[in-house]
T-cell receptor, first 115, second 114 residues
């Protein structure tokens, strides 16, 4: 049973470019969470999605960031016009049933570096 | 504001001894707590959790203790093994409302000395 997959594992972008991060949840999981980890910090919740729906985006920056989880295909976290402060590790997690007592399984992360 | 605090950035323990990792929280609405373990270049791996209706949960070498009045929890690993060397994150949630994500501490780097 494959775990949560994220790609790319490393992404380098210049300021002003767009970054697209992909997450494929565990088989059978339809709940996806995105977190960001800045250097020397803990993980910070960004957004929670179910298939085709954004359930909670209270942790998402108001501008330049968006997320989707289409009916088919992986969840995408999109960052437009990246800035140096966006450099971080972005982790995706999935769960079977949603709800905060349902275990979230994390992917290996995408390390974004903005030059 | 840091709602989940892990005040020890690192901890060194001899192999075979007990490792105790501590975590404090400030949000009294948190009612579910978890510990994750993370190796470099990997995602966090779930270790153990505890609901606020309990004060102890045990799974093999890992035990989590919750003191609600002190808003404090701890993870005990006994006996400690070299493979336990990793960063440990404490996380909390409010299952009855609030954001749908987990709130994490900054982590404690556990180093098991041979």
């Amino acid at each position: 049973n494959a775990g949560v997959m994220q790609n790319p594992r490393h992404l380098v972008r210049r300021r002003g470019q767009e970054a697209r991060l992909r997450c494929s949840p565990m088989k059978g999981h339809s709940h996806v969470y995105w977190y960001r980890q800045l250097p020397e910090e803990g993980l910070k919740f960004m957004v929670y999605l179910q298939k085709e729906n954004i359930i909670d985006e209270s942790g998402m920056p108001k501008e330049r960031f968006s997320a989707e989880f289409p009916k088919e295909g992986p969840s995408i976290l999109r960052i437009q016009q990246v800035v140096r402060g966006d450099s971080a590790a972005y982790f995706c997690a999935s769960s079977l049933a949603g709800g905060l007592t349902d275990t979230q399984y994390f992917g290996p992360g995408t390390r974004l570096t903005v030059l | 504001d840091q709602q989940v605090k892990q005040n020890s950035p690192s901890l060194s323990v001899q192999e075979g001894r007990i490792s105790i990792l501590n975590c404090d929280y400030t949000n009294s609405m948190f009612d579910y707590f978890l510990w994750y373990k993370k190796y470099p270049a990997e995602g966090p791996t779930f270790l153990i959790s505890i609901s606020s209706i309990k004060d102890k949960n045990e799974d093999g070498r890992f035990t989590v203790f919750l003191n609600k009045s002190a808003k404090h929890l701890s993870l005990h690993i006994v006996p400690s093994q070299p493979g336990d060397s990793a960063v440990y994150f404490c996380a909390a949630s409010n299952s009855g409302g609030g954001a749908d994500g987990l709130t994490f501490g900054k982590g404690t780097h556990l180093i098991i000395q041979p």
